[in-house]
């Protein structure tokens, strides 16, 4: 008799994404081809694993299953700790292995190696949270091309970013940003069309898939960034295909494909860009594991060409087993 595979699907999570991961693992599950069971995993913002609403062991649950979905974001989902766990276990799961997923959640490193390949990236520096004096923030005011974008080195869905033009705004940006992680990322400002593009491993017959570049149009009020907030508050306007020329979209394309070859990454990533208009496109981050909720970006782009959620789930679950 035909027995269904049984999918973990992996939600929730002790990172600031939490409410996001829930609604990426209740789309995952509702969106499972027919040949696979879905089973409901709940982790707690203690870490705690929940399965039929009873907390349990990972070992006892995972024992219980073929596959894992993994739909959390951010710390301990994304960053190589979870991938650690299901290693150990040995337990197919879809998206990056361990050492992938902490590269890609550091910005810092993630520009770094990218950089050496010859991917363009905006100037950047970055402080640690021991070295944050008065004295510190003068001097960057002071030799940093203002104004400048400050963000945490290590998190997703843009947590904790803010735009500094000002000493003062500088000096509440990096604060701001060490909420959230020990070290800040101080990034040149460049204004254009902010862009993302999703890749795809092993998808119609390519060994990797550029999806349609989405163009992020914000509200035009001075200060508003694509951020947290921004991001899930439906104040932006999202465009699939974007309004780039065919030069901008296939460098963007390749980019993405190339950020994800040199980083290592597995089955899916997306990756964000700015295009200006003179200087062309900058590679920002990558996102080891995107929202797939049902206004997430990489959802809008596999419907530009044609594709669905539920086919992707189901391609990225095959490229798991096939480990």
Known sequence: M?????VAVLSGGPSSEFEVSLKTGRTVLDSLPEEYTGHDIFIDKAGNWHFEGVRREPKDIL???DVVFNALHGEFGEDG???????????????????ASAIG?????????????????PHYLT???TE??????????KTFPMPAIVKPVSSGSSVGVSVAKTLPELSRALVHAFEYAPEALIEEYILGKEATCGVIERFRG????????????????EGVLFDYTSKYSGEVTELCPGTFTSAEKKLIQDSAMAVHKI?????????????????????????TLPGLTKTSLFPKALGAVGSSLSEFIGHTLKLAMKK
Do not use: C, W
């Open 127 to 129: 402080l640690k949270h």
């Open 2 to 6: 035909f027995r269904k595979t049984r």
């Open 263 to 287: 980083l290592g990454l597995k089955h899916y990533s997306r990756s964000d860009f700015i295009v200006h208009p003179r200087r062309g496109v900058y590679f920002l981050e990558v996102n």
């Open 132 to 141: 944050l004096t008065h004295a510190k923030v003068v001097e960057l005011f």
């Open 105 to 121: 959640m550091n910005k810092a490193l993630t520009k770094k190696l990218s950089k050496a390949q010859g991917i363009k990236t």
């Open 81 to 99: 700790k979870l991938q650690k766990l299901l290693d150990s276990f040995g337990v197919p799961y879809t998206g990056s292995g361990a050492l």
């Open 63 to 65: 024992k219980k299953v």
């Open 206 to 221: 390519q060994d990797l898939y550029a999806l349609m570049p989405v163009e992020i149009v914000l509200p035009k009020k």
